[in-house]
């Protein structure tokens, strides 16, 4: 890194998102002029209104596919980035949008909106990885800043970004907490779910929400009977796995198993 | 106090102990309520300990309880061990900074922190060997978790009160506290609140000239020997230990692997609880600029992927063979490769399991119908 290279060209996307995950980006104040001094920051609908043309080095993108232009959108995205990594529940398991895909989204449309033809969406929310090749995958609602920063950073030095995808369990562990399931007898999510956020819920005397998806390996029908024995019955372990990560295959199936 | 043998200090002589502690410099760290159980922690003085307070334990479940009497040590082991101080869960161990061509790599100092532990369990004494063995026992030394080690003053306590996830019987490694202790606590409850002190090394004897305490009498030494009977009494488990690296070395095919695999999270809580285990991952990181970058090690779990991942996937990817690699490590090739068991039958795996998985019932079902093929791979 003797010689001043070309600084390699930044763009944040957006999809069927709350917005939520890039602002993350906004939010790392303390880091955001480094990450403006390494990347040349040419797409950021949030940040700027210069929209650039041409190719990117690394492209971000947060949201999901819900209709039919954004799924022609991310094609040229992909074509016009050298690596895609995708940033938030939304982009990488479909969002709490992904909701409709359990139900039927025209009979949705029509309770909610005047003019329901005048929308024109897909019947399913689903992870940009489901349309193009994603080099990588941030999870979480909303994503961690911390990790976000390790991502760019490890993208700038050409490394593996260190995001384990193991328990949240581990991650409460390490900051010597005291299990909320164990010792208070509340209902966590944690021993199915990656970890990323540091186990924030359970350090304030909560049991996790699933906020990053399910974990490298989970055993959701175990934890289930576990959760069943805390006082969950099927319809709240049903609604437990569809949240913000409803879409995803682990979480997806573990609600259909115990309900509609 | 000029004699040598065991002596009798009060409630009021206990404090004097914290005082003389702290005037020594160190950072006296023991049990106190926190968030509904009773962990490790900076302690202030007597009053910090989870005075009339105990503990409620079976597999996936542990509840704080009121005691009836005014007990300072009337509880078992809790969520922490004693290897949160000797071997944090992150250590940095190195910063390196670029300046043009030109990169500077710093290690991480070892820690001058000189801790002084209070109410040191029997099982953790032998945890604290085992962990010894593994950071400084060989031909590679740990620099940081030898700083902290030969730092630390450890005041020891007999056991009056086993949990019902406790099996150190079983394990030969309690509930009497038998060395590598500086000073060593039994708390006598039954007439004058008051405890039965010996003293381990030189430093302890040092430190133990120094209180109010007189000798002890035949009285307390019998008061302090029941303590200790009781609690041996009423280990909430038991297991069957002298076999099991052959046992579990021809078992290693038994479907009884995969019946755990079916209820295993494979979440890595039972090794995080562990006080033997000592796992670790190594993370690099660097900043935005290049210029800096440092190497983290962070306690890992022999239960995550990344564990055993090399270029292809990862080697142990089911639940099954992970749990049975957890499994046999602490019970049967820990003893090839240490010359003891990984485990002192302290029970937090068992307690801290959030489904429950009890390591003791496991080898029981493993026991009761061995496999008929023998040693598989
Ligand atoms: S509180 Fe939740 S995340 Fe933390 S160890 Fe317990 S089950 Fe796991
Ligand atoms: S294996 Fe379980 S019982 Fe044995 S020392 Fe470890 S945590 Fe304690
Ligand atoms: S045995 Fe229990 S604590 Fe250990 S990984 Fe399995 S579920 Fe988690």
């Known amino acids: 890194m003797a010689a001043r290279r070309r600084k390699p060209r930044l763009g944040v996307w957006k999809f069927a998102s709350c917005d939520g995950c890039q602002l ?27 929209a650039v043309k041409g190719r990117y080095d690394l492209s971000l993108v947060e949201g999901s596919i819900t209709t039919t232009h954004d799924a022609q959108r991310i094609q040229d995205i992909r074509r016009r980035s050298r690596a895609l990594i995708t940033i938030g529940a939304c ?68 490394r593996r970004p260190v995001t384990p995808a193991h328990s949240v369990c581990i991650e409460c562990k390490l900051k010597g907490n005291v299990c909320v399931t164990v010792a208070h007898g509340t209902p966590c999510l944690g021993p199915v779910t990656h970890a990323g956020c540091g186990a924030i819920c359970p350090s304030y005397d909560r049991g996790c929400y699933g906020c990053y998806g399910p974990m490298e390996s989970p055993n959701a029908p175990a934890l289930s009977a576990k959760l069943g024995e805390l006082g969950m019955d099927q319809r709240d372990l049903t609604r437990i796995y569809r949240t913000f990560n409803a879409g995803s295959p682990a979480f997806r199936k573990e609600s259909e198993r115990n309900g509609p | 106090m000029d004699h040598q043998g065991p002596s009798v200090l009060t409630a009021l002589g206990l404090q004097a102990l914290f005082d003389s502690l702290r005037h020594r410099g160190y950072r006296i760290v023991g049990p106190k309520v926190r968030d509904g159980a009773i962990v490790y922690d900076d302690l202030d003085g007597v009053a ?57 790599v710093t290690p991480e100092p070892t820690s001058a922190e000189r801790f002084a532990f209070i109410g040191v369990r029997a099982c953790e004494l032998k945890a604290i060997e085992i962990q010894d063995r593994v950071f400084v026992g060989g031909a590679h030394i740990d620099p940081h978790y030898r700083a902290r080690r030969e730092g630390a003053f450890i005041v020891a306590v007999n056991c009056a009160e086993a949990a019902g996830t406790c099996f150190c019987v079983s394990m030969g490694s309690g509930p009497k506290v038998e060395a590598g202790y500086d000073l060593a606590l039994t708390e006598i409850t039954e007439g004058e609140h008051r405890f039965v002190v010996e003293a381990g090394s030189e430093a302890g004897r040092q430190v133990l000239a120094e209180l109010q305490a007189h000798a002890a009498m035949d009285g307390d030494l019998d008061a302090a020997e029941a303590v200790v009977q009781r609690t041996a009494a009423s280990m909430g488990r038991q297991m069957r230990s002298d076999d099991l690296r052959e046992l579990l070395a021809a078992n290693l095919e038994h479907p009884r692997w995969d019946d755990v695999a079916d209820r295993c999270l494979t979440c890595g809580n039972c090794t995080m609880v562990c006080p033997t285990c000592f796992c670790t991952s190594v993370e690099d990181s660097s900043d935005l600029t290049g210029a800096e970058s440092s190497r983290t090690r962070r306690w890992d779990s022999c239960f995550t992927m990344d564990f055993t991942h090399v270029p292809g996937g990862s080697v142990r990817a089911s639940a099954r063979s992970r749990y049975r690699q957890w499994m046999t490590h602490k019970l049967s090739s820990w003893v090839d490769q240490f010359g003891t068991s990984g485990c002192v039958g302290c029970g937090r795996c068992l307690t801290w399991c959030p489904v429950g998985i009890d390591i003791t019932e496991e080898v029981r079902a493993i026991r009761e119908s061995p496999s008929k093929q023998g040693a598989g791979t």
Request: contains cysteine; proline residues 6%.
């Open chain 1, 24 to 50: 993350t980006l906004l939010d790392c104040e303390d880091e955001f002029l480094a990450v403006a001094e390494a990347l040349d920051i040419a797409y950021f609908p949030e940040a700027t209104r210069a």
């Open chain 2, 48 to 104: 910090d300990l989870p005075q009339g307070w105990t503990d409620e334990q079976a597999p996936g479940r542990y509840r704080l309880a009121r005691r009836d009497d005014a007990a300072l040590f009337g509880y078992a082991v809790g969520p922490h061990s004693w290897k949160a101080f000797l071997h944090p869960s992150v250590q940095r161990l190195w910063t390196a900074r670029r300046e043009g061509d030109a990169v500077t």
């Open chain 1, 91 to 158: 982009a990488t398991s479909g969002g709490i949008q992904a909701l409709r895909n359990f139900a039927d989204v025209r009979e949705y449309a029509s309770i909610v909106y005047a003019r329901p033809d005048y929308i024109h969406s897909l019947a399913t929310s689903t992870p940009i990885a489901d349309h193009v090749p994603v080099d990588f995958e941030l999870r979480g609602c909303p994503i961690n800043k911390r990790q976000l920063v390790e991502v760019i950073s490890a993208f700038l030095a050409g």
